[in-house]
């Protein structure tokens, strides 16, 4: 007869009894940490009905098979990141998984009253003191993780933060990405630096998407070079905007340009303006009144359908229209040409 089968059949002794009692109030009676899944939350007290994640067993079945049955529901109040007007809050709604845990005492006096009170109860890791966790997930609920950044979702929109250095390029790279149902909108900061760690360039841009729509908002702070440069992009349907000023910190100048390109109309200008002087180049139409206070030089051909009004003269090659002369050999001869004037 092996011995495991007289210690299977030995009559239990008093330590044995004892030692069987409190496994049993450990594992039936105590109450510490399970997992729950949300029934319903309700948001004016922020408390939450959960199902514990397990059956319990009710006893034997005549063939010896366990009698399983839910645990009663449990109310447990929820906790948020944050406190009075600081904080963050997400919907909370069935299904979710999370953890639950029950205080060593009871927390309905803190509840009710705040700050801190007596204890009113004399209840030890009671499911009436549970407290509920959202954030585990079982398998079939596994959420995506995007690694390297801090990633703020609910569903289809996120924002991500994300830092990334190179100590070997001397460069840091910070961007926050969000994307907002069919938008996009990322911002960029890329930090350069010597050998020496002295920043000596720093790069923020914008950009934005939205139904095929772009924008592009871009400031280069070269320190080394002593230029700042900002630029503007905006892209929608295949035509463009491009603004950009150039400021060269060292000298105080400036240089403006703009160029717009809409090929649906195939058509195209651009207007560089550098220390006063504009340039355009591409036909240009103006619809409505034009007033020049100054000088006009046109190298080229004019070409008028109305009339031409001269408040003093016109001159056409040194010729005056109004103080010009002709001369004539006798009275009904044909004259000259315009003379001077």
């Known amino acids: ?45 922020l408390t939450v009905r959960v199902n514990i994640a397990n059956k319990q067993v009710r006893g034997l079945n005549q063939d010896g098979s366990q009698i399983l049955a839910d645990y009663p529901p449990i109310y447990a109040k929820v906790h948020f990141f944050g406190w009075g007007d600081v904080g963050a809050t997400y919907p909370i709604t069935k299904g979710m998984e999370g953890i639950l845990l029950f205080s060593d005492r009871e927390v309905e006096s803190w509840f009710i009253n705040g700050s801190v009170n007596p204890l009113a109860y004399d209840r030890s890791h009671s499911k009436t003191d549970a407290l509920f966790i959202c954030g585990l997930h079982s398998m079939p609920n596994m959420i995506t993780f995007v690694h390297e950044c801090l990633n703020l979702f609910y569903k289809n929109t996120y924002i991500r933060l994300s830092q990334h250095i190179d100590d070997e390029e001397k460069t840091v790279y910070n961007a926050i990405n969000s994307n907002v149902q069919l938008s996009n909108i990322k911002l960029d900061e890329f930090i350069e630096k010597n050998e020496d760690e002295e920043i000596i360039k720093i790069t923020n841009s ?60 195939n058509e195209k200008f651009e207007i560089r303006n550098v220390e006063g002087d504009t340039i355009v180049e591409g036909n240009v139409t103006q619809e409505g009144n034009l007033v020049i206070t100054g000088d006009l030089t046109v190298n080229g051909d004019i070409i008028c359908t109305g009339t031409i009004t001269a408040s003093t003269d016109v001159i056409a090659d040194g010729i005056s229209l109004k103080n010009h002369t002709h001369t004539s050999s006798s009275p009904g001869d044909p004259t000259s040409p315009p003379i001077g004037g």
């Open 206 to 265: 914008v950009n934005a998407t939205t139904a095929g729509s772009t924008i592009d908002l871009k400031r280069v702070d070269d320190i080394e070079e002593k230029i700042i440069a900002d630029d503007l992009n905006i892209n929608t349907v295949g035509s463009t905007i491009h603004l950009n000023r150039t400021h060269n910190t060292e000298d105080d100048t400036y240089s403006d340009m703009i160029n717009v390109s809409t090929p649906v109309l």
């Open 1 to 45: 007869m092996s011995n495991n089968y007289i210690s299977q059949t030995n009559v239990p002794d008093l330590f044995q009894t004892l030692k069987s009692t409190e496994n049993n109030i450990l594992y039936n009676r105590l109450n510490c940490v399970r997992v729950a899944i949300v029934d319903e939350f309700f948001s004016d007290n």
